[in-house]
């Protein structure tokens, strides 16, 4: 549908362009490709996707998996639900090429629950690949490699993104996360060698395949390279999914999507961190809020408070509860963050929230729990006297 | 690849429901040591070690909440929080298995004002007063709040209850206002035991541990062992206590109150006393129980042996019937049935099974009977006035005495079912120094016991009392007890499963004169047992035992078995679930030498030597074991509960 | 329930495990086309799912609890999620949850009496940049105003009545 302006996802690439060519290499130089693109994932944590398929393709099992994370769930993120409606055959193409250089015969699509409505045409999708021999035996009629991809749908879970809930949820449990470590990379779905990546990550990974390493790192920065696709909503003129060079300020970047009035934006949703406007232009979007992309605009009359109410509900509701830091420390900031706004916290209570904080951050078990702090704490330092100012004075 | 796996001998802990289980490579290839750090404290550990189990080595304390011993890691509580050179975040110590050399601190400050949130936290929703709780001054979170300090709460405390306390079972008692989502009880009930009653349920703060569809305990299918009580760190769960009526009945002048002591309460209630385990109090308990007022102190050591003998000669019957007669209706193996944990997991779960549980009657349910017929009339005491109590380790034995079949004597046969840990409060509120008073005997006509009885109480127990009378009773000679233990030390020991084939002699004795006071029994000489092979099996840990019925049901070795003994409770009778808390490995272990020493100590260690059980068939049964009499009050029957749940 | 429904629904759990495998991967599949099919997991669901992969009923019960979409209690035929989370706030979200409760007579969280609505909040539903947002069962709305409510329910009956009208065909 779109006339989407892009330099590596949002182009043209003649179907099956990075398949044909991992089948005509090793997987090790497949792999080998991944790590010197220096692509790094796209779905939160950043961790460089050519390092974890080789972690997976060097543990020692017969059985492994492929799982392309498609839970996008952090609020304000949904370029995800565009590149899979948009881009379906090139997620299948990248997933494809994911379990030939780790040695998976099997793709799982985790897609949320809320996304019902882009099932049919992913599953649409996967038997039209299947029916011209780019899914199944010998795929691409490359001898020995066997590969299928299902779709399994979430029910509603925000913590089941993140990829140990994921595996957990596959497995036909809550959603809750795992121990780590091992890492799914070594005991996985079911027990098995798996790898979870993101769907943006998926499909540039056959970009890269595609269009070669080279091509790939003329963009972004020296550690980060490549482009960054980005879910812009809030108070702007453009609201919408944009992909960009990684190296972009938020200066820039709103600047692009009108939201030059900004008060403040939300860079990596709920669990990312509020920047003011004074830093907008030092502020590389991506390096210093990798999570997902998710970029909400607040303008001049937004209340910083009700941000922070806003997203503890959030993370009060989607918190798993398995550990003490975040299924009792959520509600707690919640409290706070409502004392705060009418004038019932005292300060010697906002830094015993301050140590929770901190706390959570530490001892959770999972990137939930760790990260639900940030939005509050970011909020308590650039907006100081937005806050000062309702704290009774003791 | 391997599975570490935390007491493998007792937990089943399938895939599906042990996703937690430590599982990692070894990458260096030598399967060796790896070097760790702890607080400046050099440690070589084997590879996989969590830093939790390194610490221990080095006595650095680390503390605990959802860690158990006996259980997979949860990982959950973040208690055990320590900070790991190079890791952003802190590690829960009881899962992050070393695989290379870490530097680790348990004590920084960062790692001290977490642990320190983290129990305040689980304090601001603590609802109970630590005065008014079973588990004052011997629950985790309490030792916590004591270890760090707590003079207040920092993130206020709930006033008000949330969940109403679940009374509805004659076990249990579950009170999740003072629960703190360990789910050591989940991890308990589901991979030590596999019956399945608890879960997590809702998920975020609204997380509670509830059963199918919240319903209450007692409508689900819960076996009441108490597993999940013995592993709860705070008073969230308890059993049903039963001591006020006791009380009452012994300040009641009417009554008579009597009470049956089981062996593996002996051999725990020292733990409640601050001694170490395994230091068994038989004799002292005895005194303490007449200070406490009760009118006569018995051994339910003298119904082990009778249950010995009743249900020795029911499997001689099955056998004579199914081996000779070839009776198809005759259900081999017999299971025995003295665990009534056991008996409610196979009504559930087996119910097509309940043909092969012995009639026999527990201990515990035959003293009640014979009590309020036997000992009723030879007293000259109206039935009527006398209050049985059961001393017990076990929570199971309150639904047991509950059970209305249980009444052959015309009352209910044992009125109270009471735990080790209830006596040893009674006993401190009497003001009695247990350790420290004077020994003294039970009470006859039923003091007199065997070492048969008492080892009743250990895994194997029943198994290994049951060939001591068999194997003398069938071949006609005088069994050395230590001897037959050498030769089937199998069945000792606390694996899961046991198996043994026992082959008897060629030339076998007479037939005994116990049993052939029952004129039905329908042979005169053991020519038809000469040189049978018996095949034998022991599990405990209904997850155990579930793995023995599977086989059964496809045809596996278990299914040509003769005979075989499962109990509930990991360890047996001595881990029950109404055993002091904690239980550990260990313990249990300590516990079973305390059992196996004292049967030992017995001039008379063969059931069938106990002359009060001689003459109980002599001047009361008088039809002989398994005779009509013995029917009516030592038998009784099963339900087949399935496990659907209305 | 009747006890022909019962054999119904044992059959479909039967043949639903047939189709996702007998084992515990199976479970979130299953759930989800009988919370589709029955818009809700009955009792008796459960327990027959627990049956059929070897799992105990508490642990169905206790994954169902976990995941806002699958419910243990019987739901609305017309599930209506608003988006409560910022950037749908933002937008104005506030005006079209008063219209929701208006048109309904519920309050969030609540199933109308008639049992064709449910009214509930979800988080994030990934169509930030034209919220308000919300979902009826599987199809998304975006931008979402008062007046669109009103038509949004009017057609939602609209289809109840033609849907109960063919059921009454077929009985
Ligand atoms: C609470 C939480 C939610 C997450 N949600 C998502 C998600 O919706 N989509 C996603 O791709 N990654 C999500 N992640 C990150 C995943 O755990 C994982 O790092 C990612 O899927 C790896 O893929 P990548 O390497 O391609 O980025 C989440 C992490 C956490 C802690
Ligand atoms: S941090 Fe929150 S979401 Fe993550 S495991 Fe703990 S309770 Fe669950
Ligand atoms: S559970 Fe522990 S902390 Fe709570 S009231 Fe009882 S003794 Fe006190
Ligand atoms: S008593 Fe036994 S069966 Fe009942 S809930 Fe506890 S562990 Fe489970
Ligand atoms: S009931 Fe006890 S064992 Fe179970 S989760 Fe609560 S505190 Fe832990
Ligand atoms: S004891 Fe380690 S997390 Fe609970
Ligand atoms: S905030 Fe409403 S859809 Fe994302």
Redesign the interface.
């Known amino acids: 549908m779109s006339e989407r302006k892009g330099y590596i996802l949002f182009i043209d690439v003649e179907p099956n362009t990075g398949l044909k060519k991992a089948l005509t290499k090793k997987r090790t130089e497949v792999i080998a490709d991944i790590r010197n693109s220096g692509l790094k994932g796209r779905g939160g944590a950043g961790f460089p996707t050519g390092v974890k398929w080789n972690l997976a393709a060097s543990?020692?099992s017969d059985t492994k998996y492929v799982v392309c994370n498609a839970d996008e769930g952090e609020p304000g993120t949904f370029k995800d639900r565009v590149i899979l409606s948009e881009y379906t055959d090139d997620l299948l193409e990248g997933i494809t090429i994911a379990g030939y250089a780790i040695g998976a015969e099997t793709g799982i699509i985790y897609l949320r629950g809320e996304y019902e409505y882009l099932k049919k045409q992913i599953v649409d999708t996967i038997d039209k690949r299947r029916s011209e021999g780019w899914l199944g035996k010998n795929v691409g009629g490359k001898e020995v490699f066997n590969f299928d991809i299902e779709i399994r749908m979430g029910s509603g879970?925000y913590v089941c993104g993140e990829e140990t809930a994921l595996i957990?949820s596959l497995?036909?449990?809550?959603g809750e996360p795992?121990?780590r470590?091992?890492f799914p990379v070594?005991?996985g779905f079911?027990?098995c060698p798996t790898i979870v990546n993101n769907v943006e990550t998926l499909v540039t990974a056959s970009r890269i395949i595609a269009k070669g390493v080279d091509w790939f790192t003329k963009y972004g920065i020296d550690k980060s390279t490549g482009t960054k696709v980005y879910s812009i909503s809030g108070d702007c003129e453009k609201p919408g999914v944009y992909e960009f060079n990684i190296g972009i300020t938020i200066a820039e970047l709103l600047k692009e999507v009108g939201g030059g009035n900004a008060k403040a934006v939300v860079m990596g949703g709920a669990s990312g961190r509020v920047v003011p406007a004074k830093d907008f232009a030092k502020t590389v979007a991506y390096v210093d809020a990798p999570t997902g992309g998710s970029v909400i605009v607040l303008g001049q009359e937004r209340d910083m408070l009700d941000v922070a109410e806003n997203f503890l509900e959030f993370f009060?509701?989607?918190?798993?509860?398995?550990?003490?830091?975040c299924?009792?420390?959520?509600?707690?900031l919640l409290d706070g963050v409502k004392r705060l706004k009418n004038g019932t916290c005292s300060m010697e209570y906002l830094q015993?929230l301050m140590?929770?904080a901190?706390?959570m951050?530490?001892?959770?078990?999972c990137g939930l729990g760790?990260s639900s702090p940030n939005a509050f704490l970011s909020i308590i330092e650039h907006f100081e006297t937005e806050i000062f100012g309702r704290v009774p004075v003791m | 690849?391997e599975d570490k796996k935390i007491n493998s001998d007792t937990s089943r802990a399938p895939?599906?429901?042990k996703?937690?289980t430590?599982?990692?490579?070894d990458t260096d290839g030598i399967g060796g040591k790896v070097k760790v750090t702890i607080d400046g404290v050099d440690v070589r550990v084997p590879f996989g070690t969590t830093i939790l189990d390194a610490a221990k080595m080095i006595n650095v304390h680390i503390p605990t909440l959802c860690h158990h011993e006996d259980l997979c890691?949860a990982?959950?509580?973040?208690?055990c929080?320590v900070d790991v050179e190079g890791q952003r975040?802190?590690q829960?110590s009881c899962?992050?298995?070393i695989?290379q050399p870490i530097v680790v601190h348990t004590t920084s400050p960062?790692v001290r004002?977490?642990r320190r949130?983290?129990i305040d936290?689980?304090l601001?929703?603590h609802y109970g007063e630590c005065y008014s709780c079973v588990r004052n001054n011997n629950c985790e979170l309490q030792t916590l709040a004591k270890e760090y300090g707590v003079d207040k709460y920092?993130?206020g405390h709930i006033t008000e209850r949330r969940h109403e306390v679940d009374n509805s079972s004659y076990a249990l008692r579950r009170d999740m206002d003072k629960c703190?989502?360990c789910r050591r009880c989940v991890r308990t009930c589901?991979d030590l035991q596999e019956?399945?009653?608890?879960?997590?349920?809702?998920?975020?703060?609204?997380?509670v541990i509830?059963?199918?569809?919240d319903k209450p305990l007692a409508d689900?299918i819960c076996i009441n062992c108490g597993q999940c009580i013995n592993r709860c760190p705070t008073g969230a769960l308890q059993a049903n206590d039963p001591s006020d009526e006791i009380w009452n009945a012994i300040d009641d002048p009417k009554k008579h109150v009597v009470i049956q002591t089981a062996p593996s309460p002996r051999a725990g209630i020292g733990e409640e006393f601050g001694l170490e385990p395994g230091v068994p109090l038989t004799f002292e308990m005895n005194t303490a129980l007449r200070r406490c007022g009760f009118d006569k102190v018995f051994d339910t050591n003298f119904t082990a042996d009778l249950t010995i003998i009743e249900e020795g000669t029911e499997l001689i019957l099955r056998l004579y019937n199914a081996l000779v007669k070839k009776d198809p209706q005759i259900a081999l193996p017999q299971f025995t049935s003295c665990s009534p944990g056991w008996v409610k997991y196979i009504e559930h779960f087996y119910p097509e099974y309940l043909a092969h549980v012995s009639s026999s009657k527990s201990p515990q349910q035959m003293f009640g009977a014979v009590i309020k017929t036997y000992y009723a009339q030879i007293n000259n005491i109206d039935p009527a006035d006398i209050v049985t109590v059961a001393l017990m380790p076990c929570s199971a034995k309150k639904f047991e005495c509950n059970r209305p079949e249980m009444s052959d004597s015309g009352y209910k046969d044992v009125d109270y079912g009471l735990t080790t840990r209830e006596l040893a409060q009674m006993i401190r509120e009497a003001g009695i120094d247990l350790p420290r008073i004077p020994k003294s005997d039970f009470d006859d006509p039923f003091g007199s016991a065997t070492g048969s009885g008492v080892i009743f109480g250990a895994t194997g127990g029943v198994m290994e009392a049951a060939l001591r009378t068999v194997f003398e009773l069938v071949t006609g000679q005088i069994a050395d007890p230590d001897a037959l233990a050498g030769q089937v030390s199998e069945i000792r020991g606390f694996d899961g499963i046991k198996y043994k084939e026992l082959t008897l002699p060629e030339k076998l004795g007479p037939v005994p004169d116990i049993l052939r006071m029952n004129k039905d029994v329908p042979f005169d000489s053991w020519d038809w047992l000469s040189g049978a092979t018996l095949k034998l099996a022991v599990a405990h840990g209904t997850a155990n035992a579930k793995k023995v019925l599977d086989d059964i049901i496809a045809g596996g070795k278990f299914s040509e078995c003769h005979f075989i003994e499962f109990m509930a409770c990991p360890g047996g009778c001595l881990g029950g679930g109404g055993q002091p808390i904690p239980t550990t490995p260990e313990i249990r272990k300590a516990r079973a030498k305390a059992i196996y020493s004292e049967d030992q100590a017995y001039e008379i260690r063969k059931s069938h030597d106990n002359p009060a059980v001689v003459e109980l068939y002599v001047k009361f049964l008088t039809e002989g074991p398994n005779g009509h009499l013995a029917h009516k009050l030592l038998h009784t029957h099963y339900t087949p509960r399935g496990?659907?749940?209305a | 329930m009747l006890m022909t429904e019962r054999q119904t629904q044992a059959d479909t759990i039967e043949a639903l495990a047939k189709k996702f495998g007998k084992?515990?991967t199976g479970l979130m599949p299953i759930l989800q086309e009988i919370q589709a099919k029955y818009k809700h997991i009955s009792?008796f669901a459960?327990?027959e799912i627990a049956?059929e992969l070897d799992?105990?009923?508490?642990?169905v019960?206790?994954v169902i609890?976990?995941y806002a979409f699958l419910r243990?209690k019987q739901t609305g035929k017309f599930v209506i999620r608003l988006c409560r989370t910022l950037s749908c706030e933002m937008a104005g979200k506030k005006r079209v949850a008063r219209q929701l409760e208006n048109e309904l007579g519920v309050a969030f969280g609540e199933t109308t009496s008639d049992g064709r609505f449910t009214l509930e909040y979800a988080n994030c539903l990934g169509l930030c940049d034209q919220g308000p947002a919300m979902l009826v069962n599987d199809v998304a709305f975006t931008e979402v105003t008062p007046e669109k409510v009103h038509e949004i329910i009017q057609e939602c009956k609209r289809t109840f009545s033609v849907y109960a009208q063919e059921v009454q065909k077929h009985v």
């Open positions: 543990a020692s879970a957990e497995e036909g449990q809550r795992r121990n470590p091992p070594n005991t079911m027990g009060v509701e989607e918190s798993c509860g398995q550990c003490t830091p299924r009792e420390g959520n509600p707690l015993e140590s929770l901190e706390t951050q530490l001892a959770s078990k760790q | 690849m895939k599906s429901v996703p937690h430590i599982k990692i490579e890691v990982g959950v509580c973040r208690v929080v975040t802190l829960a899962a992050y298995p695989t960062k004002r977490a949130n983290i936290l689980l601001s929703k920092r993130f703190v989502l589901i019956v399945g009653v608890l879960g997590a349920i809702g998920r975020g703060d609204e997380t509830g059963t199918f569809m689900v496990k659907y749940i | 084992d515990r009792d459960m327990q049956r799992i105990h009923p508490v642990e019960y206790s609890s976990f243990s």
